[in-house]
């Protein structure tokens, strides 16, 4: 895909795997909308980025945690003038404890966050990108997408939601211009595990094996609706398939619950 002139929106672009899509498409030519809730860690970001880019940056500081965020964000983009013609729905995050002790409005705001908004925006995009016959959207799932995780259950049933979604949506787009592809991770070297008050499982990936993974999808000649990235993380995925049920939740349980 020919990325030069087009307006990348990039959702949770201020760390970790959205500012790494926003460094590797300013290098390919894109313009950018940087969306997260910090304005001026943003701003530093555009700044840094111009210095080695011929590009537009346009910041964008909002909370994409509430119901309202799809449309707050559309509205943003309409009195910019601005349209997307590539979506990274990156921004989420994920909590780490049993469901008994979680907060139910964090809890609210997770699903908000990784599903409703992810939707919304996804759906207030592809018209124009159908109509143009050029488009791009990456949905950022998980291999906690792979199998229900005791101590991780919303994390990994959002996830789960954005691969089936995803997929769908790939079926339904195939035959056009327009490309989606769910990226799936395992631990990588960003504030995820911070956040969720989690402890990593083995070696934490760099950001930049992401974003690779996905630009070798694309260039592929053989599309696809899903990708993992990581050979092993690819093999214990494909694993929970085979591996009953009952044993997946054990091993998964003496990972993330406590």
Not at 73 to 97: C, E, M, Q
Request: net charge positive.
């Amino acid at each position: 895909m020919n990325f030069k002139g087009k307006t990348a929106v990039i959702t949770g672009a201020s760390s970790g795997i959205g500012l790494g899509y926003a460094h590797e498409l300013a290098g390919r030519g894109a313009n950018l909308v940087l969306v997260a809730r910090n304005k001026v860690q943003l701003e530093k970001i555009a700044a840094d980025i111009k210095t080695a880019n011929d590009v537009r940056i346009d910041v964008i500081a909002m909370d994409l945690s509430k119901i309202t965020s799809g449309q707050d964000l559309l509205d943003a983009l309409k009195k910019a003038r601005l349209s997307a013609d590539v979506l990274i729905n990156n921004a989420g995050f994920g909590t780490n404890n049993r469901v008994a002790k979680e907060d139910r409005a964090t809890l609210q705001q997770e699903i908000l966050l990784n599903v409703v908004t992810l939707v919304d925006l996804t759906t207030a995009v592809l018209p124009e990108m159908l109509a143009k016959d050029f488009g791009l959207i990456v949905n950022i799932g998980s291999t906690a997408s792979f199998q229900p995780v005791p101590g991780m259950a919303v994390y990994a049933a959002t996830k789960a939601f954005v691969r089936s979604f995803t997929s769908a949506l790939w079926g339904e787009v195939k035959g056009t211009n327009v490309r989606v592809l769910t990226v799936n991770p395992g631990a990588t070297e960003t504030e995820f595990f911070n956040v969720a008050k989690a402890k990593p499982t083995g070696k934490l990936a760099p950001v930049s094996s992401v974003v690779d993974a996905t630009f070798k999808a694309l260039n592929s000649k053989n599309s696809s609706p899903s990708i993992i990235v990581g050979g092993q993380n690819a093999v214990m995925a494909k694993l929970t398939r085979f591996v009953p049920t009952k044993a997946v939740l054990n091993i998964a349980a003496k990972l993330f619950l406590h």
